[in-house]
């Protein structure tokens, strides 16, 4: 018997987008955050799943795209905070220029969030037991990063299918595939459509 409670994934998603509870038994990360102006709609799916608000230690976006960290602040001030890797910290204030006002998009604040970068992000993650890490894989955006399980899963955002690669062999969605299938990547969780297995999805 392992004393780590299983891993365990839901998703809290509407709109066309999931969004990932990853949960160490009530220890839950929550991958990707809503539309602007969507807090009432995300709290209802959380409540709907069975996943309590203040059992989520993080949020992180897979990338800061309107679709993916929209709520992010409105989690903040509800008690999760946000988990930013390093290089996503100077797309953050860019948000906003990609939403309209009556979006009701509130600003993320830049000062307030728990910026690490990739190499510290397998200890952060074992603090809230859940085995795994965080890695870089551009080629949607040079933000866009996948959260990577132990187990084989990995949360992919907007990562495109690698058909989508050109034949450069300096294409980082090529790159970002082979990364993740280097590490033991089986299931791909993406933000939008179903699970699958990472062959169906990179080619790989
Ligand atoms: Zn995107």
Same mark, same amino acid.
């Given at each position: 018997?392992?004393? #780590?409670?299983?891993?365990?994934?839901? $998703?809290?998603?509407?709109?066309?987008? $999931?969004?990932?509870?990853?949960?160490?038994?009530?220890?839950?990360?929550?991958?990707?955050?809503?539309?602007?102006?969507?807090? !009432? %709609?995300?709290? @209802?799916?959380?409540?709907? %799943? /069975? &996943?309590?608000? $203040?059992?989520?230690?993080?949020?992180?976006?897979?990338?800061?795209?309107?679709?993916?960290? !929209?709520?992010?602040?409105?989690?903040?001030?509800?008690?999760?905070?946000?988990?930013?890797?390093?290089?996503?910290?100077? @797309?953050?204030?860019? %948000?906003?220029?990609?939403?309209?006002?009556? /979006?009701?998009?509130?600003?993320?604040?830049?000062?307030? $969030?728990?910026?690490?970068?990739?190499?510290?992000?397998? @200890?952060?993650?074992?603090?809230?037991?859940?085995?795994? #890490?965080?890695? *870089?894989?551009?080629? *949607?955006?040079?933000?866009? &990063?996948?959260?990577?399980?132990?187990?084989?899963? @990995?949360?992919? !955002?907007?990562?495109?299918?690698?058909?989508?690669?050109? /034949?450069?062999?300096?294409?980082?969605?090529a790159a970002s595939w082979r990364l993740l299938c280097d590490l033991g990547v089986t299931q791909v969780y993406p933000a939008h459509g179903p699970v699958r297995p990472l062959e169906?999805?990179?080619?790989?």
């Amino acid at each position: 018997m392992s004393e #780590q409670p299983p891993i365990t994934i839901v $998703n809290v998603g509407y709109r066309s987008t $999931n969004y990932w509870v990853v949960s160490a038994g009530t220890s839950r990360l929550l991958v990707d955050l809503g539309w602007p102006g969507s807090m !009432g %709609m995300m709290r @209802a799916q959380l409540e709907r %799943m /069975d &996943v309590p608000l $203040n059992e989520i230690r993080y949020g992180l976006a897979t990338h800061y795209h309107i679709d993916h960290a !929209g709520v992010a602040q409105e989690l903040k001030l509800a008690g999760v905070p946000l988990l930013v890797l390093d290089v996503q910290e100077s @797309a953050i204030p860019l %948000m906003k220029r990609w939403t309209k006002p009556q /979006d009701n998009y509130m600003e993320i604040t830049t000062r307030d $969030n728990v910026v690490i970068s990739f190499a510290e992000s397998r @200890a952060v993650l074992g603090k809230i037991g859940i085995p795994g #890490q965080i890695v *870089h894989t551009p080629g *949607h955006s040079g933000d866009s &990063v996948s959260l990577v399980l132990d187990n084989g899963a @990995a949360f992919t !955002g907007d990562l495109p299918p690698l058909a989508l690669a050109t /034949d450069d062999s300096e294409d980082p969605i090529a790159a970002s595939w082979r990364l993740l299938c280097d590490l033991g990547v089986t299931q791909v969780y993406p933000a939008h459509g179903p699970v699958r297995p990472l062959e169906a999805e990179s080619g790989v």
